[in-house]
């Protein structure tokens, strides 16, 4: 079976400070791992996935299988990355589905 | 193309009434997933559609939850009888093979 872990519900942090949000999986395979985030009032958009390697609004996530961690990291967080944060897993096994942690409420306050 | 259109926005029904939820994906996606979001467990799957045909309903909850998808550019989700612990904001996604999920703006419904 798989889970995806969130070990944080809410977070808070001062701008300008280094954020880290913790997601741990367990999954035998190879998963595929995704981090969205929903800003207050919008939908839930994908932030960044592991396998595209890149940086979004200074996120990066690297995929740690030894750890069977992905956890986000932006080096100075703003006020604007206040909002909901959801680390997700997909099997190779089964096409489309995804399987979502309980989320984390991420706050940066001024 | 305007995304996801979910319908209606907002639900005040009383309980055990029966509740129906809209969704029309985008163009030319072939995944559907319904996903109930509440405050104790996160981001929950309820049912997904490839090519219109139900794929997995393990995380339905009970019977008086069903799910339908016609045709590709429309699906309902429907609770009957509707109880209060019901109350949640419920998403409806697609997306084209296993490509990125795209969400709806989310059906905030209550039960009183």
């Known amino acids: 079976a798989q889970r995806v872990t969130q070990p944080e519900k809410l977070l808070s942090v001062f701008k300008g400070a280094p954020v880290e949000l913790k997601c741990n999986y367990s999954?035998?395979?190879?998963?595929?791992l995704f981090w969205y985030v929903q800003y207050s009032r919008q939908r839930l958009q994908l932030l960044l996935r592991?396998?595209s390697r890149e940086s979004i609004k200074g996120f990066t996530a690297d995929l740690n299988k030894g750890e069977t961690s992905f956890h986000l990291k932006k080096p100075f967080a703003q006020e604007e990355d206040s909002a909901m944060y959801y680390c997700a897993l997909r099997r190779g096994s089964t096409l489309g589905r995804l399987y979502f942690g309980r989320g984390t409420q991420l706050t940066v306050w001024p | 193309d305007a995304g996801v259109i979910q319908s209606p926005r907002h639900e005040v029904t009383e309980m055990g009434q029966e509740v129906t939820l809209r969704c029309k994906p985008i163009s030319g996606h072939d995944y559907l997933f319904w996903y109930r979001q509440t405050m104790m467990r996160g981001l929950e799957l309820l049912i997904y559609?490839?090519?219109?045909?139900?794929?997995?309903d393990s995380g339905m909850p009970e019977d008086r939850f069903s799910a339908k998808m016609p045709n590709a550019s429309f699906s309902t989700l429907k609770i009957q009888p509707s109880e209060p612990r019901d109350s949640a904001v419920y998403f409806c996604?697609?997306?084209?093979?296993?490509?990125?999920?795209?969400f709806g703006p989310g059906t905030r419904l209550t039960v009183l």
């Open positions: 999954y035998s395979g190879s998963p595929e």
């Open positions: 592991h396998i």
């Open positions: 996604a697609s997306s084209y093979l296993t490509d990125t999920q795209y």
């Open positions: 559609f490839n090519n219109n045909v139900p794929i997995d």
